[in-house]
């Protein structure tokens, strides 16, 4: 069972930049797909990002392409959005996933392990 810890999340204004981090532990890392959710209050958690278990492809959701990148690093065991050009709208609790088989999915139900959560504020 592998466990997430998020990190890098704050208050930012529009146009600004932050970077998240998500560090794993528990588990071969490089055994999961990654990915990236978010949560804004009273609406339901929504993908934002996900990434194939070598790193090789990347899918990321129509609202944030252009502005966020996720990436990993299987040596260190972390997965981390680039979050550029942010908009108020971006504001909400980010949630790091881990995938236990190797396809990717969009779908929160499709993640088996979750991290915390890390708020991240835009302000406009």
């Known amino acids: 069972q592998v466990q997430l810890v998020e990190s890098g999340g704050g208050l930012v204004q529009a146009g600004g930049s932050l970077r998240l981090s998500c560090a794993a532990s528990g588990g071969i890392f490089s055994g999961y797909v990654m990915g990236w959710f978010r949560q804004a209050p009273g609406k339901e958690r929504m993908f934002v990002a996900t990434i194939t278990r070598s790193g090789s492809r990347t899918y990321l959701a129509d609202s944030v392409k252009g502005r966020f990148t996720i990436s990993r690093d299987n040596a260190e065991n972390t997965v981390s959005l680039q979050m550029n050009s942010l908009k108020p709208e971006d504001t909400a609790v980010y949630y790091c996933?881990?995938?236990?088989?190797?396809?990717?999915?969009?779908?929160?139900?499709?993640?088996?392990?979750w991290g915390q959560g890390t708020q991240v504020t835009v302000s406009s």
């Open positions: 996933a881990a995938r236990n088989r190797a396809d990717i999915v969009v779908t929160a139900t499709g993640y088996n392990y």
